[in-house]
């Protein structure tokens, strides 16, 4: 199943630097292991906003939860998912 998310990040600016660092060092591998795995097809960055626009691919809303819930940054982050469907325009290839 396509999920398209919405993800603005919020850390707090008197987060311990150490702290911010480690967080965005684990967000990285968590993320691009996804990647990897073809789990997470888009990840862009909101030009001009700490926030993402992602597209990922996923068994069912459990393993969303699951990922989602998993992300270092989630403490930190307004999530908004908006579940994909086919389009009946759409061409193949
Ligand atoms: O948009 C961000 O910086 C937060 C984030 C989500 C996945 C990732 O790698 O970074």
């Given at each position: ?59 069912d ?29 759409k061409?193949?290839?």
């Amino acid at each position: 199943m396509l999920y398209h998310i919405r993800m603005d990040v919020n850390l707090p600016p008197d987060l311990d630097p150490e702290e911010r660092a480690d967080l965005l060092s684990r967000e990285k591998e968590y993320s691009q292991e996804l990647q990897r795995e073809g789990k997470w097809p888009h990840l862009w960055r909101i030009a001009g906003e700490y926030a993402n626009v992602s597209v990922v691919d996923l068994a069912d809303h459990d393993e969303l939860h699951s990922v989602l819930s998993g992300l270092p940054l989630f403490p930190y982050m307004n999530i908004e998912v908006t579940p994909l469907a086919v389009h009946p325009n759409k061409i193949d290839g």
